[in-house]
């Protein structure tokens, strides 16, 4: 016998699972990739260092490394033309140093590698690759920031939605942290597997939403306030290429002797307007903070050292900007924290095909129809209701926006 108390119980638990199903179900196909893109943005770099045999390196020819003024100075003798944008150390030994150039007459960008030990140029390559690609489709669907930020950031919504719902529609949820997947039918099996996925998966959801409900704020005027670098008087010409690499060098050694462990990720080039390199790097002394909050500015006629960026001197508001983009991709702790952020990746996303699964399994057996792959992507497609239109359209729009926005 149900009880008075009994029915409202379970109407309200049924109206919650009706939300679970919609948060999932309707956006499934737009949610699946936008955590693909954001899994593989993660390894971008090694994808990009697999396709341009430019960028590899024999550790074991790496015994001395080159200085970064003789980095310099090889990739101003290989284009005299060319601007120097940025000098990006390599992410693994086994890869060259990045120089960002433009040539004149180019509209965009382009890579020129340079051997970190030999100080050798190694080859070209083209400002669009797996990292670009990967990043932008991920953070805005190729689209202006603003409003492609606030499109992705639905996900970080229907995430949040998802989550609180799958605590009222799983009962006892935090016992299945250890209960293998174990039903008897094809759809009890998925089901298991998807609530062991959210389960194991709630503490990077979490991470997942705060990040990306960060990044809406930023664009919509939440931005943290910039630090303020030291006042410098314009010139009318910067120094020449020779001069420029010793003053490089000579900053880099007054960096050196105030932090011995200082480990130098990059160096902005300077230009007329603001003479001096910044030097981006990471002391130990802050953690979940990007190398452009922990850095030098090295004076471009004479390498004087002008001042630095100390990230334990940051405010909150600054700290929660800087360490939104390690956390949300997991590079503050290097492989090993980007191996877990891909295979939880993985994970949110198998989660999403999952929970379509789970329905077509459901319309099917309910009509007593012959499952069927065929019948199953139908059910499925026709499941997710016109909002499929709109996120195929989304996930199809980086694709057609590409060739000419990179």
Known sequence: MVTGGARPRKRRTRLWWRVHQWAGLQVSFFLAFVFLTGTLAVFSYE?????????WVSPASVSQPASWGEVAAAVMAYDP???IIALNAPLNGAAAIDALVRS??????HHVYVHPGTAQVTGEGAWPGFQRFLRNTHRHLMLPVKWGVSIVAIAAVLLLVSLVTSFVVYKNWWRGFLRWPRGRTLRAVIGDVHRLAGIWSI??????????????IEVWGGSAPVPQRPKLEPVSELPLAPDLAAAL????????????????VGVIWPREKYPAFMVHGQS???ILVRPRVDAFWVDARDGHLLGRIDPRTLSAHQRIAEGADPLHFGTFGGYWTKTIWFVFGLALTGLSLTGVAI??????KSERAEPGWRRGLRDGWRGMGKARWIALGLCLLPLVLAPFVL
């Not at 994808?47 to 960028?55: C, H, I, K």
């Not at 503490?203 to 809406?216: D, E, K, R, S």
């Not at 329905?359 to 099917?364: A, D, M, P």
């Open 81 to 83: 033309e060319a601007d």
């Open 203 to 216: 503490w990077f959801i979490l991470v997942l939403i705060c990040t990306g409900l960060w990044y809406l």
């Open 284 to 286: 130990g002394r802050a």
């Open 249 to 264: 060098d000579r900053g880099m050694v007054e960096v050196r002797s105030e932090l011995p462990d200082y480990r130098v």
């Open 104 to 109: 004149p007459g180019d509209s965009n960008p």
């Open 359 to 364: 329905y077509t399994l459901r319309i099917t």
């Open 47 to 55: 994808m990009d260092w697999l396709a341009r045999p430019a960028m």
